[in-house]
């Protein structure tokens, strides 16, 4: 299936719940996500930052994005995890709706690998993959997405990159 909407979202965590929401992330939500349409891509440990928890999912298009978000989160798996995943968060906002340009999602994360965040063309030799801002209105308003900085590239390494985020897979 080829995913053309990609979402990569960043949480501000309570301190010291990481691993709770991750267990919780795992265990519970993965699977139901992917029943109702969703691909998970990826989920993080910030290397930087214990209180941090980065994940990207992916969508075939936006009319998918809103049906499968949509089904989720009114969905009786939400409903009854909702309230202790809500509860490690301090801030669930800092999310980016992208588009793929080059490259693919590697089938397994091993090691560290990074992320960077540029402006739109800026190279990225060695990349797995590199996402563009997407151009589309949000169409699940319920969940937020990030606008304020307008176009941005995202690129997936599979290395360290000083400066960049740092990440370590939590599968």
Not at 11 to 35: A, C, M, N, S, W
Not at 69 to 83: C, E, K, Q, V
Not at 121 to 147: E, K, M, Q, S
Request: aromatic letters at 8%.
């Amino acid at each position: 299936m080829t995913l053309t909407v990609i979402e990569l979202r960043q949480y501000t965590l309570h301190p010291g719940r990481r691993d709770e929401l991750i267990d919780l992330f795992v265990g519970e939500l993965i699977e139901p996500q992917e029943k109702d349409g969703m691909t998970i891509l990826g989920v993080f440990r910030d290397l930087d930052d214990p209180d941090r928890f980065v994940w990207l999912r992916g969508f075939p298009d936006m009319p998918s994005r809103a049906r499968s978000l949509d089904a989720f989160y009114n969905g009786p798996i939400w409903a009854r995890h909702a309230n202790a995943a809500n509860a490690t968060m301090l801030d669930s906002s800092d999310a980016r709706l992208l588009r793929p340009v080059a490259g693919d999602f590697p089938q397994a994360y091993e090691g560290t690998h990074s992320i960077t965040i540029n402006q739109p063309g800026t190279p990225a030799p060695g990349a797995l993959i590199t996402l563009t801002t997407l151009d589309a209105a949000n169409n699940f308003p319920r969940l937020p997405v990030r606008t304020d900085e307008g176009p941005i590239d995202v690129s997936l390494f599979s290395t360290d990159i000083p400066g960049a985020l740092r990440l370590s897979s939590a599968l």
